[in-house]
């Protein structure tokens, strides 16, 4: 099994921004893709963005130039840089993470952009 722990999630201000840290742990060995995803008030549960292990990086349209995805496979763990954040972005973010054709998903954490 794969536990994934969000954390980094809060209120800021419009134009600010946010970083979210996503740590997995148990059966790490052999995660391949890990990402996040977000889901708004009343919407649908939409993907951000992506990571494999080598580093190869995929976005939304909507978020790509304004976020970032990284990893550290040392620390077993996955970050988004969220800059000039928009009140609309406010959602709870999820981590997920790929192993062996397994999809897990982290607890969500809020992210509240004030206006």
């Known amino acids: 099994q794969v536990q994934l722990v969000e954390s980094g999630g809060g209120l800021v201000q419009a134009g600010g921004s946010l970083r979210l840290s996503c740590a997995a742990s148990g059966s790490i060995f052999s995660i391949n893709a890990m990402g996040w995803y977000r889901q708004a008030p009343g919407k649908q549960r939409e993907s951000v963005a992506s990571i494999t292990s080598g580093g190869v990086t995929n976005y939304a349209d909507s978020v790509k130039g304004r976020f970032t995805i990284s990893r550290d496979n040392a620390k077993n763990t996955v970050y988004l840089q969220m800059n000039s954040l928009k009140p609309e972005y406010t959602a709870v973010y999820y981590c997920?993470?790929?192993?062996?054709?397994?999809?897990?998903w982290g607890q969500g954490a809020q992210v509240t952009v004030s206006s």
């Open positions: 997920i993470a790929e192993r062996r054709w397994n999809h897990y």
